[in-house]
C-alpha cells in the first residue's frame, strides 16, 4: 500500500482543539490548511500501515487518500490526485454512536466480520461522544478498485444494512442525504485526519491510544462490485430524498445543479436552513446548521459566495441557504449609496 501523508507548511497542527470553558466544552474544528510538504510512504502490510499512521499522527500530519502526480513543496493540492486512480486501501469512516453493538458487529454486518484492520477512534471519542463505533477503520483490498466503485458500494451499504439505514437521513439542505457511514471516505483527494486531538483543560482518556490494529482470518477484504449499477444504486437515494421530504412536510422537488470549474456541481435549489453556530477561525468561517454540532460547513472569509461541506454535499450558494448570514457577510459595493 503506497501512502501519501502531508505536514501543513507553516507547521499548523492538523487536530482538532476541545477546550473546557465555564463547565462546556469547546470543540474547535481541524484547520483548513492551503499549503503542504508531502511524504510518500509503502505499507506492505497492515502492521506497517499501523505504524506509519501512528508516527505521522504524532507529528500532527494527515493522510491523504489517492497519491499525488508529484511531490508538494510549500505548495496547494488542488488537482494534484487523480480521481480515478484505483486504490488498495478501503476507508470505513463511520459517524454515529449507535446502530451496533460495537465495531466488530457493524464490520460483520457490511460483511468484513473475517478481515483485518486498523481502528483510528475519531477525535471526539471519549471527549464529546462515546468510545466505541465513531472511528476510521482501515482495510487491505486484496485488488485495487476505482474509488466510485468503492463509493457506489458505500452508498449501497448505507440504504441496505438495517443499523445504517435507519440513520440516513436529508441533509441540512433539504435535497440531499445525509449518511452515516461516509461515501466519500474513499475519494482520491480526501483527507483523513490521524493527529489526536489537542485538549485544554480536560483529559483525554484515549490520548496516545486512538489506533488500535486488529488481526483477523483474512489479511484482505476480496469484492465483487458486478452487482452494483450505478442507475440502480441512485435511484434509491432519489425516492428516499421524496420520502423524507414528504415525511417533513416539505413539498415534492427534485435537485438542479450547474457544472463548476473541475469535478463539482453546484446544488442552486437548497432549502433555507438555520444558522446555529457561527465561528470564525484565520481565512474561514465554519458553521452549523440546523441544530447539528460538527462545524461541517464552511467558507472563505474573502469570498464567501459559496458554501462548501466536509461531509461531501454539494456547495451551494451562501445567499441560498443561509440569507441572514449572507446580508451580513457580503461584500457591499461602497458606490452604491450614490449610484
Same mark, same amino acid.
Given at each position: 500500500?503506497?501512502?501519501?501523508?502531508?505536514?501543513?507548511?507553516?507547521?499548523?497542527?492538523?487536530?482538532?482543539?476541545?477546550? /473546557?470553558?465555564?463547565?462546556?466544552?469547546?470543540?474547535?474544528?481541524?484547520?483548513?490548511?492551503?499549503? *503542504?510538504?508531502?511524504?510518500?510512504?509503502?505499507?506492505?502490510?497492515?502492521?506497517?500501515?499501523?505504524?506509519?499512521?501512528?508516527?505521522?499522527?504524532?507529528?500532527?500530519?494527515?493522510? @491523504?487518500?489517492?497519491?499525488?502526480? $508529484?511531490?508538494? !513543496?510549500?505548495?496547494? /493540492?488542488?488537482?494534484?490526485?487523480?480521481?480515478?486512480?484505483?486504490?488498495? @486501501?478501503?476507508?470505513?469512516?463511520?459517524?454515529?454512536?449507535?446502530?451496533?453493538?460495537?465495531?466488530?458487529?457493524?464490520?460483520?454486518?457490511?460483511?468484513?466480520?473475517?478481515?483485518?484492520?486498523?481502528?483510528?477512534? =475519531?477525535?471526539?471519542?471519549?471527549?464529546?461522544?462515546?468510545?466505541?463505533? /465513531?472511528?476510521?477503520?482501515?482495510?487491505?483490498?486484496?485488488?485495487?478498485?476505482?474509488?466510485?466503485?468503492?463509493? +457506489?458500494?458505500?452508498?449501497?451499504?448505507?440504504?441496505?444494512?438495517?443499523?445504517? !439505514?435507519?440513520?440516513?437521513?436529508?441533509?441540512?439542505?433539504?435535497?440531499?442525504? =445525509?449518511?452515516?457511514?461516509?461515501?466519500?471516505?474513499?475519494?482520491?483527494?480526501? +483527507?483523513?485526519?490521524?493527529?489526536?486531538?489537542?485538549?485544554?483543560?480536560?483529559?483525554?482518556?484515549?490520548?496516545? $491510544?486512538? *489506533?488500535?490494529?486488529?488481526?483477523?482470518?483474512?489479511?484482505?477484504?476480496?469484492? !465483487?462490485?458486478?452487482?452494483?449499477?450505478?442507475?440502480?444504486?441512485?435511484?434509491? %437515494?432519489?425516492?428516499?430524498?421524496?420520502?423524507?421530504?414528504?415525511?417533513?412536510?416539505?413539498?415534492?422537488?427534485?435537485? /438542479?445543479?450547474?457544472?463548476?470549474?473541475?469535478?463539482?456541481?453546484?446544488?442552486?435549489?437548497?432549502?433555507?436552513?438555520?444558522?446555529?453556530?457561527?465561528?470564525?477561525?484565520?481565512? *474561514?468561517?465554519? @458553521?452549523?446548521?440546523?441544530?447539528?454540532?460538527?462545524?461541517?460547513?464552511?467558507?472563505?472569509?474573502?469570498?464567501?459566495?459559496? +458554501?462548501?461541506?466536509?461531509?461531501?454535499? %454539494? %456547495?451551494?450558494? +451562501?445567499?441560498?441557504?443561509? %440569507?441572514?448570514?449572507?446580508?451580513?457577510?457580503?461584500?457591499?459595493?461602497?458606490?452604491?449609496?450614490?449610484?
Amino acid at each position: 500500500m503506497l501512502l501519501t501523508l502531508l505536514a501543513a507548511s507553516d507547521g499548523t497542527r492538523m487536530a482538532k482543539r476541545f477546550v /473546557r470553558s465555564s463547565g462546556s466544552v469547546v470543540t474547535t474544528p481541524y484547520p483548513l490548511v492551503k499549503r *503542504f510538504w508531502s511524504f510518500t510512504r509503502n505499507a506492505a502490510d497492515l502492521d506497517q500501515l499501523y505504524a506509519l499512521l501512528v508516527t505521522h499522527g504524532e507529528a500532527g500530519h494527515c493522510l @491523504l487518500k489517492g497519491q499525488l502526480d $508529484r511531490p508538494l !513543496r510549500h505548495e496547494s /493540492r488542488a488537482g494534484r490526485t487523480d480521481p480515478n486512480a484505483p486504490t488498495d @486501501l478501503l476507508v470505513l469512516d463511520l459517524d454515529t454512536d449507535r446502530g451496533f453493538a460495537d465495531i466488530a458487529a457493524f464490520l460483520a454486518a457490511i460483511g468484513l466480520g473475517g478481515v483485518s484492520y486498523v481502528l483510528h477512534h =475519531s477525535s471526539s471519542a471519549g471527549i464529546t461522544s462515546a468510545i466505541g463505533l /465513531r472511528a476510521h477503520g482501515f482495510v487491505r483490498l486484496a485488488t485495487p478498485v476505482a474509488p466510485e466503485r468503492l463509493k +457506489l458500494w458505500l452508498r449501497h451499504m448505507n440504504l441496505r444494512v438495517p443499523g445504517l !439505514r435507519e440513520q440516513v437521513g436529508l441533509s441540512a439542505n433539504g435535497m440531499t442525504l =445525509s449518511y452515516p457511514l461516509d461515501v466519500t471516505s474513499c475519494q482520491n483527494d480526501k +483527507l483523513l485526519f490521524i493527529a489526536d486531538p489537542v485538549v485544554e483543560r480536560l483529559e483525554d482518556p484515549l490520548a496516545g $491510544r486512538r *489506533f488500535v490494529l486488529n488481526m483477523r482470518e483474512s489479511g484482505s477484504a476480496d469484492f !465483487r462490485f458486478d452487482h452494483l449499477h450505478p442507475d440502480a444504486v441512485q435511484r434509491e %437515494p432519489d425516492a428516499l430524498v421524496a420520502e423524507l421530504r414528504a415525511r417533513a412536510g416539505l413539498p415534492a422537488r427534485d435537485p /438542479r445543479y450547474v457544472a463548476l470549474p473541475g469535478r463539482e456541481r453546484l446544488l442552486v435549489n437548497p432549502e433555507p436552513a438555520a444558522v446555529t453556530g457561527v465561528r470564525r477561525s484565520p481565512g *474561514f468561517v465554519y @458553521l452549523n446548521l440546523n441544530g447539528g454540532d460538527s462545524w461541517a460547513y464552511y467558507f472563505p472569509e474573502s469570498n464567501p459566495e459559496l +458554501l462548501y461541506s466536509f461531509k461531501g454535499e %454539494p %456547495p451551494m450558494r +451562501l445567499a441560498d441557504i443561509a %440569507p441572514g448570514l449572507w446580508e451580513q457577510v457580503r461584500p457591499h459595493d461602497p458606490f452604491a449609496a450614490v449610484a
